[in-house]
């Protein structure tokens, strides 16, 4: 049986989360941006000569990414933000 506890709520205008942690919980089925990069996993490249290059990303790892729309694209470009 998983044991978890419900945090306490956060809000951001309208809407409110209610965090539900588990200290002895599951291993998530992907890797974050942060350890994708820690790990090496995710190599990224530009692709076009204008003003709003394509990013290209390609996944090293046998296991998903999960890259967070608002945070920080992982690598050497830090003023990119993840928009899709």
């Known amino acids: 049986m998983l044991e978890a506890f419900v945090d306490r709520p956060l809000r951001h205008e309208s809407l409110t989360v209610f965090p ?3 200290p002895h ?3 998530l ?3 974050l941006s942060t350890e994708a990069q ?3 996993v995710l190599t990224l490249r530009e692709r076009g000569d204008t003003p709003d290059p394509q990013l290209l990303a390609r996944n090293n790892s046998l296991h998903p990414l999960l890259l967070l729309a608002g945070e920080p694209v992982p ?3 830090q003023g990119r933000l993840v928009e899709r």
Do not use: F, T
Request: charged share 15%; aromatic share 6%; glycine share 20%.
């Open 20 to 22: 539900v942690i588990a």
């Open 38 to 40: 820690e790990a090496g």
């Open 75 to 77: 690598g050497e470009n």
């Open 25 to 27: 919980g599951p291993v």
């Open 29 to 31: 089925p992907y890797l």
